[in-house]
């Protein structure tokens, strides 16, 4: 079992940036594959990014490629996600995930947490 804990969201404006936080609780953190999603008002939950338990692999989509980064921390059980060069079409709530492979479906995702909100002001 995993509990997952995002924090750092909050309003920017365009072109800013924020760092989101993802505290993970239970001994298996470093095995698992995270993740960060995102879903907006009226639109389905989509993947952001995702890294293998080494840390090593990251995926991103496409339009976030080149602006967010990935990373963790396996020593202190969190997972990162910088995002710079903010746009207002970034704005949603923000969610962490851990799975085992590093899925881009949500459906395939075995822990998912609260969310934060990220909003980008134009």
């Known amino acids: 079992q995993v509990q997952l804990a995002e924090s750092g969201g909050g309003l920017v404006q365009a072109g800013g940036s924020l760092k989101l936080s993802c505290a993970a609780s239970?001994?298996?953190?470093?095995?698992?594959?995270m993740g960060w999603f995102r879903q907006a008002p009226g639109k389905e939950r989509e993947f952001v990014a995702s890294l293998n338990w080494t840390g090593v692999r990251a995926y991103y989509r496409d339009s976030v490629k080149g602006r967010f980064t990935i990373f963790r921390d396996n020593a202190k059980n969190t997972v990162y996600l910088q995002m710079n060069s903010l746009k207002p079409e970034d704005t949603a709530v923000y969610y962490c995930t851990a799975d085992t492979v590093g899925s881009y479906s949500p459906e395939e995702i075995a822990y998912w947490g609260q969310g934060t909100q990220v909003t980008v002001s134009s």
């Open positions: 239970g001994r298996t953190f470093s095995t698992y594959a």
